[in-house]
Each structure stands twice: as C-alpha cells, then as structure tokens.
C-alpha cells in the first residue's frame, strides 16, 4: 500500500471533555466516510492546552475514557487513528502521550513528549510544560500496512536529531500532533515541516488545534502536509476543519535516487545516535 488518504482533524478544543470527544467522533466518522486510511487528532485534543487542565483532565492509559473511546472508533471505523495527545497519569507523574491506534482498536504505539515546551519569548509568551509534565525517554517508530511510522508532539519537531533516529529506523512518515500559538506559528510552523520532510526526504505531518479566541492559550492551526521534496501539499488555515490529503510513498524513492542525500551522509565522520 503506497497510496494513504490522510485526514487531518483540526479540532476547536473547549474545556469540556465530553465534548471534545464528542467533537473527534465526530470528525473521525466525516473522515472515515470520505475514506480515509490515516486519521490523525491534534496534541491535547481532550483537553485545552493549559498547565492546570492538564492536571485536571488526566487520564492513566488503563481507565482512560478519551482512548477506550478512540479504540472503539478506529475498530468501528476500519481505521489508523492516530490520538493526538492527552495528557497520560503514572503514577505520581504526568505526560504528554500520543497514542497509534490500528483497525482493530488496538494501541500498536505509544509516544511520550520528549522535548517539554519551556519557552520565554520577551514580551510576547512564556509556558512552562515542565512545571507539570515529565518528559518521554523513548523514540516512537511504529510498523503499520502502508509502512513506519515516526510520532512526535510539538515541541519535538524542533530537534532534528530526533527525526534522523526516527528515519534511520525506517520510518518513511513522520508525524508530530502539535499546538504552536500566534507568535511561534507564523515564524516557524510551515518552515519546521517542511525542514524535517526535506531533511529526511519523507512525509511530515503537523496537526494542531483550531484556534480558539475564548482560551488562554491561543493555537494557529494551519495543520500541514509537507512531501519528501519539501513542498506543502495541504495546509489549513486558523478554523476548524478537516484536511484531506492523499499521499504516495513512492515519491520517497523517487526522489531519493534523484538526490541522495542519505545515501551521501559522511556516517565515517559523524552519527546521530541514542545513548
């Protein structure tokens, strides 16, 4: 399978739970009716993009309403879904955590936040994920019909180590849920993925929340399609929306024969590689 018609749902995410799924059953049914083989939901896409929500809105992976509810979907749909991310409860810690879910239902990957979003950006907008959340120690490369799959949330995209590893482990798609705001959107959201895709001559995928004027946190949407070429295929704007987009993985190797710049890679005098 080479051809994927992808669905890129850019939920508008209120502080009400029950609607926020309700919003992503919602959305994943529209998808799955177009034929859709990939559906993929925003970062914190139950729950609205806040250091105290995250707190209140937590979930263990065990008991977990949002992903008993995705699990349902994707078997009732016949569909990848790719959970965004939700912020995950073990024990006395809290993560920011991407669930992959197959046709059956089932968790085939899990990705927690590697990079947490500690930024100060004067006189514009300053977060601090690590005042609650723990970062993830692990890269996330998951085997699915139509190949690998590398998961990143946010932040992460901005670390170009990390989608080399994900790549030299044979992931041909990289995608990163996330929720740039109005300030690091504009300047760097289009440019990031299109970078990684062109880096690692791959597919790269973002997928954020709509923006949403009432919350405290502001996200710029434009959920993104960028191709192995380094060129947008789809792009939204701020509202909510679905974004269909289908892709071919043989462009990969096409263009990969054309420039190779993997191939040509100096591995004799450097390596990107986990410790």
Known sequence: MTKIKLALCQMNVIDNKKANLETARSMIASSAEENADFIILPEMFNCPYSNDKFIEY??????????????????????????????????????????????????????????????????????????????????????????KIGIGICYDIRFPELARI????????????????????????????????????????GVAPALNENASYHSYGHSIVANPWGEVLSQGDEKEQIIFCEIDLDEIKKIREELPLLKNKREDLYETKLF
């Not at 979907?73 to 995950?88: Q, R, T």
């Open 166 to 205: 994900m790549v030299e482990k044979g992931a041909s798609i990289l995608c990163y849920p996330g929720a740039f705001n109005m300030t690091t959107g504009p300047a760097h959201w289009e440019l990031l993925f299109r970078s990684r895709a062109l880096d690692n001559q791959v597919f790269c995928i």
């Open 58 to 147: 937590c979930e263990t992976e065990n008991s977990s309403q949002t992903l008993k509810s995705i699990s349902e979907l994707s078997k009732e749909n016949d569909v990848y879904i790719l959970a965004g991310s939700i912020p995950e409860k073990e024990g006395n810690k809290l993560f920011n955590t991407s669930y992959l879910f197959d046709k059956n239902g089932d968790i085939i990957g899990k990705h927690r936040k590697m990079h947490l979003f500690d930024i100060d950006v004067k006189d514009k907008i300053t977060f601090k994920e690590s005042d609650v959340l723990t970062a993830g120690d692990g890269v996330t490369v998951v085997e699915t019909e139509f190949g």
